[in-house]
């Protein structure tokens, strides 16, 4: 049989934990997105994929984000 003392303690951790996860969550969804127009140097924007492309770069949940080079 568990310990009081020991159920108590591991209740405190686990809520800590579950504060703490909380917290992170709350700050990580609430960061604004940034929102700029994407380049890049392989898309001229005359190609038929290239409009899939930069909705797909503009979007907020980053499905496409290329390379820092462009």
């Given at each position: ?7 108590k303690?591991f ?8 504060l ?25 924007g ?14 907020s949940?980053e ?8």
């Amino acid at each position: 049989m568990q310990n009081r003392g020991d159920k108590k303690r591991f209740l405190r951790v686990w809520w800590g934990m579950a504060l703490l996860i909380g917290l992170v969550l709350a700050v990580e969804l609430s960061a604004a997105p940034v929102s700029a127009q994407a380049t890049f140097t392989d898309v001229q924007g005359k190609e038929w994929f290239a409009a899939d492309v930069m909705a797909l770069a503009a979007n907020s949940n980053e499905i496409i984000k290329g390379y820092p080079d462009g």
